[in-house]
């Protein structure tokens, strides 16, 4: 992963079909003093440009006519010093949604996503945190939900503390949120969601998320800690 330096913007490309998507988005984001919309093509020109712009981030359509928006993924996810891919999508219901997780994508959002949602969005991104539109969360851990019991096993793994952690993350809290309410210090924090993580056996935060949707962790109001628009985890 390129290093983050203090004070510098966030270094983005977008990657859509459609130019009116990728205009529109660069327009949104070029309005936040800490993003710079690098630059932004088609998926046949992904790899060069992510290789010449060495992003920080990378908003990648899912699903494009020219190349298929997951093989693109994991080779991106290959280059030397990676940068983080949140996943563009129309649709709540789109089936590469789990396929993409597993790849290792940072965040999902839909194409429709407000304005100021987008751009705490890829603020959340830039710094691993990752992010998930509430839509994208439900359809993810109804995918696997019914019929199997394997997030409810991993779950029994944690502590209570671990779980409650592993809850928080669900609802999009960031470590100092989760401290403030559990009367931790940051590091402390820190020490149970890469515990949490370990446990689980996934890589992110985003991949917890999805686990404790599908172990029942978060419930019905998914909007309880942030805004329908979008998750920031």
């Known amino acids: 992963m390129i290093p983050a330096q203090a004070n510098q913007p966030i270094r983005v490309v977008i990657v859509d079909d459609e130019?009116?998507?990728?205009?529109?988005l660069a327009m949104i984001l070029s309005g936040a003093g800490d993003v710079d919309v690098v630059a932004t093509c088609s998926g046949a020109e992904a790899l060069t440009t992510v290789r010449a712009h060495q992003p920080r981030v990378v908003l990648l359509d899912i699903r494009m006519p020219d190349v298929d928006g997951l093989t693109l993924l994991r080779r991106i996810r290959e280059l030397p010093d990676a940068p983080y891919v949140a996943m563009l999508t129309t649709f709540d219901t789109d089936e590469y949604l789990d396929q993409a997780l597993h790849l290792g994508a940072s965040g999902f959002l839909l194409k429709d996503t407000e304005p100021d949602a987008l751009v705490r969005s890829v603020r959340a991104v830039a710094t691993g945190a990752g992010c998930l539109s509430a839509p994208v969360l439900r359809r993810l851990g109804a995918q696997q939900r019914s019929g199997h019991p394997a997030a409810a096993q991993a779950v029994e793994l944690l502590s209570d503390r671990e779980r409650q952690v592993l809850a928080f993350?669900?609802?999009?809290?960031?470590?100092?949120?989760?401290?403030?309410?559990?009367?931790?210090?940051?590091?402390?924090?820190?020490?149970y969601?890469?515990?949490?993580?370990?446990?689980?056996?996934?890589?992110?935060?985003?991949?917890?998320?999805v686990l404790a949707e599908r172990a029942g962790l978060i419930g019905d109001n998914l909007s309880s800690t942030n805004s329908a628009a979008e998750r920031r985890l």
């Open 169 to 191: 993350l669900g609802h999009g809290l960031s470590n100092v949120e989760i401290g403030a309410r559990m009367h931790l210090g940051a590091a402390t924090v820190k020490d």
């Open 19 to 24: 130019a009116l998507i990728r205009s529109g």
């Open 193 to 209: 969601v890469s515990a949490v993580l370990t446990k689980l056996g996934v890589v992110n935060r985003i991949q917890a998320a």
